[in-house]
């Protein structure tokens, strides 16, 4: 089905490793890359949540030996032709952007251009946003951070990037007009993640993306949460079957469509396959179809059979839902095949995957 899509998704379609719990092993991550790069995936932006120095510790010498490795996979990254980021979330930076915040800031920055980053995002997210004057100070550290970075496409997280009223709940009622002060602050050649009409949206809609764009005064840039599958709840489900969404629509309505992963980087492969699938041929896309053709050609014919048949479990049961007598089951057939991705499931159901979506420390 596919020719080298490169050119067609360009820098529209990759993958943002933004989520909480294990991060993901260097060698996966190189190995996701390998994969989507044929299929048009062109970014790949690491933010995992549990790299405390991207997060609480931004202001913190930085590991060299994390470091390195970071270099090496932006190497990788260039090599197979895929714009490599980071996403830094300067920790509540912005209740006081004081000079030593700002020189914190500009370090870490050099530390991105060093590595040679193409895509620098900045986040806002998952932190209290109910102070005054919230979109006027972001707007300012993102203008210090534009003034201080030789990344080609900056992308900024608001605090508040769902309309739904959970971040409120969570973070602090947002201030009013926030979306439409933080648009009129931004230069425009900023562009702002959005996850829809809630964090875990499961498609979006024309009308929601249209209004997103007047409130802003730019097109959104799409943050999906799907598959990922962090938290308590979720990480008890495996995300496999395709994207539902209208790339149709995502097309025309938003700047750019950034992938948030599950917490099992082989298996993320099958859904992200249905969705660059969606891409090339929105008219005749089927997210049955594409889930069946992306499980083999992606894990490989007896793996990608074997999850065809189980992922009603694996998906809509979840590890509460599954009896004692088929985990078991499960477990013995995925143990007998030699995959990555059969070893991510027989460790998905012996429950190490449970994760409670709260900060990590930085695995090494």
Sequence with gaps: ??????????????????????????????????????????????????????????????????????????????????????????????????????????????????????????????????????????????????????????????????????????????????????????HPDIEVFWTGEKVCSPAYSVEHLESVKERLGRKPFIWDNYPVNDGEKMSKFLHLRGFNNSAKALNSHSNGHAVNPALQARLSLVPAYTLAVSYKNPNTYSPALAFAEGAKKMLGVRVGSNIIRDVGAFQDKGLDGISDEDKKSLRARYAKIQSPAAREIVRWLDGKYSTHAHEAVLTQ
């Design 1 to 186: 089905m596919f020719n080298h899509m490169g050119d067609i998704l360009a820098r529209r379609l990759g993958i943002i490793e933004g989520f909480f719990g294990e991060p993901w092993s260097w060698a996966d991550r190189r190995a996701v890359v390998k994969k989507l790069a044929p299929l048009g995936y062109g970014f790949y932006i690491y933010a995992p949540k549990a790299d405390a120095y991207l997060r609480k510790k931004w202001q913190e010498p930085y590991p060299k030996k994390h470091l390195k490795e970071l270099k090496k996979f932006a190497r990788h990254c260039k090599k197979l032709g895929v714009r490599v980021g980071v996403g830094l979330s300067p920790y509540e930076a912005y209740i006081d952007f004081d000079d030593d915040k700002k020189a914190a800031l500009k370090s870490r920055l050099k530390m991105f251009d060093d590595i040679g980053i193409d895509d620098l995002a900045i986040l806002f997210d998952d932190m209290k946003g109910d102070i005054p004057d919230l979109a006027q100070i972001q707007g300012e550290i993102m203008d210090f951070v534009r003034e201080n970075t030789h990344a080609d496409r900056l992308i900024m997280c608001p605090s508040y990037y769902s309309d739904s009223a959970i971040l409120d709940e969570v973070f602090g009622q947002r201030p009013d007009n926030y979306l439409e002060d933080l648009g009129k602050v931004l």
